[in-house]
């Protein structure tokens, strides 16, 4: 089953910044600048041509942007291996893709970030990474955030072996019953975890869903090495685009 044509993107307020979840019909698209990506952004952020994104590797690894570090890139661009993208900065889109992986994107006190987080970025505290970064670099408790979890595998596809398990199990999550026996709920483990870290529950928004069952979006463990990707972007609107 590949991902069919459908509703494409989820959209989120958060503070100052809009946050978009891909799904279907983006990144299967011929050309762009990878496949897709400029078709997302062009949907999900108008008017915002300044692309970031990441080679990811399913790290801990973040990327930080700010004007100092390089010039307004004015194009997608390709920061280098990373899982995890930062921006105090206006009107710059950060872009990560996953195909079963969670997208998570991150915003508090103006300042924004997009994570790809599978089981390995999670265990290795892909989470706790970003925000103890936004705490040290910009002041920004934990308190401050608010959190949206897209969408990736459910629990009712992601049959593990005990490896995965067992690194998750390492961190604090909130989350009860995320590991009922073959399977893990790596939604649920990152909502989790996200709380124990100190964001409010009100302040983390779990959007429902698995990638596998539905027919709006591209699945790995579904489609194979062939699989498509959904495209997540956060971005700090200025006001004068905000309308
Ligand atoms: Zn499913």
């Known amino acids: 089953m590949n991902a069919q044509q459908t509703d494409p993107v989820i959209f989120r307020t958060l503070g100052s910044a809009r946050a978009a979840f891909g799904s279907a019909d983006i990144p299967c698209s011929s050309g762009g600048h990878p496949p897709g990506l400029t078709d997302f952004t062009t949907r999900a952020f108008p008017g915002n041509s300044a692309v970031l994104y990441g080679k990811q590797i399913h790290s801990a690894i973040s990327y930080v942007y700010s004007p100092e570090r390089g010039r307004h890139p004015g194009k997608p661009t390709c920061v280098g291996s990373c899982d995890a993208l930062i921006t105090g900065t206006k009107d710059i889109v950060l872009a990560v893709q996953t195909a079963d992986c969670l997208p998570v994107a991150l915003v508090g006190d103006g300042i924004a970030a997009v994570i790809h987080a599978g089981w390995r970025g999670l265990a290795g505290d892909i989470l706790g990474a970003v925000t103890r970064r936004l705490r040290a670099e910009w002041g920004v408790p934990e308190d401050r955030l608010a959190a949206v979890v897209g969408i990736g595998i459910g629990r009712c596809h992601y049959v593990v072996g005990h490896e995965v398990k067992e690194a998750l199990a390492g961190l604090e999550t909130r989350a009860a ?45 579904r489609d194979g090495p062939a699989a498509g990707r959904q495209w997540s972007g956060i971005c700090l609107v200025s006001e004068d685009r905000s309308s």
Do not use: I, M
């Open 177 to 221: 019953g995320w590991c009922d026996g073959a399977t893990v709920d790596l939604s649920e483990w990152a909502t989790g975890r996200l709380l124990a870290l100190g964001l409010p529950a009100e302040q983390v928004e779990q959007l429902q869903g698995c990638t596998w069952c539905s027919p709006h979006h591209h699945s790995f463990r």
